[in-house]
């Protein structure tokens, strides 16, 4: 008999891991709490409790080609940076294509999750559930993967803002915003500048007298639009993968000073708010709290997964190291310095071979020293901070993965077999195909996609139709090819030996260099 698996929300996780399961031969049920799929990314004017919420106006920060799923491009005439309406559409087609729906059950939601009395044994999991009508139902799974995320529950931390009983004013949490309209004429301060806390004071500042924008530390700020008009995280190679906070509009707001950057807040009185260096402003209609979110995990046992101070102990953010049997992983609990849907999808290809036996999670103790490494290398690199507890980055953390599923790119085997995917895979940018061209799950199409990829960018910016006469394709040597490759290959091996190289040479300038010479390939 196939495996049950339990597949707790119908996210772009749940989706995912839907499918997963499906091609390991695994047998899913999804219980999605609402009437529809797509999580996070389902927009609607009343906001839900215990549920994800976006306003209106949400654009992705990562473009189309680093967001999608490895093995179903989104198509080219879709832009390059999707509003949230167009992600649903994705969604749905991708939905659709694999026949996902069939699995999931709405409006039901999971009440409790606990090993069954025999769980060293069977690895086996008590699922309750509740629907709508309040009628309760007990389930067994041989394994359970939990893809809530974590944007349910806002965090609003009150008790930071001295005053804020006495505030005449309105205030919530950025998770209630959804359009600025209503605010037309007044003074807000909106609390952090983050993703959210930057959007918003970006679209109120088109409507409102004034916005202020509070922030503790600063952030640094780039464009969705790159180099060469391409997007931004085309650069994020193999070579160079940091990924900046993106917002197209904050500097200009700042420079017109119709956003003003402000201090901490040290107290707020009345409808004036002080801030940490002194100044006041008064008359202030709304304070908006773009403060992050807190995770739980209410249906397991409180011993089993315990959460504190948003940590969970989490080998690779996926498996509890503690259990006797590996048949429970966490999937999308990642706040990734890059697109969080193929990290989520590479967390299930790993997660049901785990479940199958195909693949084995090391000793308890090893678990364990790699969280313990993990919080090390985080609090070495980052300021403390909430946000900062699941922070991973996209590449590093993808090919950690993908290793373990035994998908990752070889790339001493690409630059022998071929060369021009390998280019693409080591200097382009890092679309999830790479992780289809080898191993289980292997697609016959991700070599295609990947020397397409700047194909499907460009082509949803061809709205106008030019009569351009099309250039004349080189024909390179196969000796410059292999040069190129050598040079490219030798740059590699330096950078990861001597890493002091990076401050001296620009990578992304090997792409230029290049381009000219493989216009097939760009």
């Known amino acids: 008999m196939s495996r049950r698996v339990c597949v707790i929300g119908g996210g772009s996780s749940g989706l995912t891991s ?66 949230n309406s167009l992600i649903m559409d994705y969604f749905r087609m991708y939905a659709e294509h694999f026949q996902l729906t069939k699995h999931i059950r709405f409006q039901i939601r999971v009440l409790q999750v606990k090993p069954r009395p025999d769980f060293s044994r069977s690895g086996q ?13 007990k389930h067994i799974f041989d394994a359970v993967m939990i893809c809530i995320g974590h944007h349910c529950h806002p965090n609003l931390p009150l008790h930071d803002f001295p005053g804020i009983d006495t505030f ?120 908006v709290f773009a403060t992050g979110y807190n995770f739980s995990f209410p249906f397991l046992p409180s011993s089993m997964l315990p959460v504190s101070g948003n940590k969970a102990n989490l080998y690779k953010y996926m498996f509890p190291p503690g259990l006797e049997r590996p048949t429970l992983a966490v999937i999308g609990l990642v706040q990734p310095l890059g697109a969080i849907m193929p990290i989520s999808e590479m967390q299930a290809r790993w997660a049901t071979r785990v479940f199958k036996g195909l693949n084995t999670l090391p000793s308890m103790d090893c678990m364990l020293k790699d969280i313990k490494h993990k919080e090390e290398t985080i609090a070495k690199r980052y300021v403390t901070s909430q946000r900062h507890t699941i922070q991973v980055e996209y590449i590093d953390y993808m090919d950690q993965i993908a290793y373990q599923v035994g998908v990752r790119p070889s790339l001493l085997g690409l630059l022998l077999r071929d060369p021009g995917v390998w280019l693409c895979v080591l ?87 290049i381009k000219p010479y493989l216009p097939g390939l760009w």
């Open 125 to 137: 999991w008590d699922v309750e559930t509740e629907n709508k009508k309040g009628e309760k139902e």
């Open 18 to 83: 839907i499918k997963s399961c499906l091609e390991e031969g695994l047998e899913p049920t999804c219980f999605e709490s609402s009437d529809d799929i797509g999580g996070l990314w389902r927009f609607k004017e009343n906001p839900e409790a215990d549920r994800a919420s976006i306003y209106h106006s949400v654009i992705i920060n990562t473009s189309k080609e680093m967001m999608c799923f490895s093995d179903f491009p989104i198509p080219a005439h879709f832009p390059n940076y999707m509003h």
């Open 427 to 513: 200097l382009g940018p890092c679309a999830p195909y790479q992780y289809r061209l080898r191993g289980p799950g292997q697609w016959d199409g991700a070599r295609q996609a990947i020397l397409t990829t700047w194909d499907r960018m460009a082509g949803a910016l061809k709205t106008r139709p030019l009569d351009i006469p099309e250039p004349k394709q080189s024909s390179l040597p196969l000796t410059l090819t292999m040069g190129a490759a050598a040079l490219a290959l030798g740059y590699y091996w330096n950078i990861h030996n001597h890493p002091s190289l990076l401050k001296a040479l620009d990578p992304t300038t090997w792409q230029d260099k």
């Open 168 to 287: 005449k004013g309105q205030y919530f949490h950025s998770r209630d915003y959804k359009t600025a309209e209503e605010w037309r004429g007044k003074r807000v301060v909106v609390i952090g500048i983050g993703n959210s806390g930057g959007d918003i004071a970006v679209e109120l500042s088109r409507v409102t007298k004034q916005v202020f924008l509070s922030t503790r530390r600063g952030a640094w700020i780039l464009n969705r639009v790159g180099r060469d008009g391409v997007p931004i995280d085309f650069q994020f190679s193999r070579l160079f993968s940091q990924h900046p906070t993106v917002n197209d509009e904050l500097p200009n707001r700042i420079l017109s000073g119709t956003v003003q950057v402000k201090s901490n807040i040290r107290r707020i009185q009345g409808s004036s708010i002080e801030f940490d260096d002194g100044t006041v402003e008064d008359n202030i209609d709304l304070v």
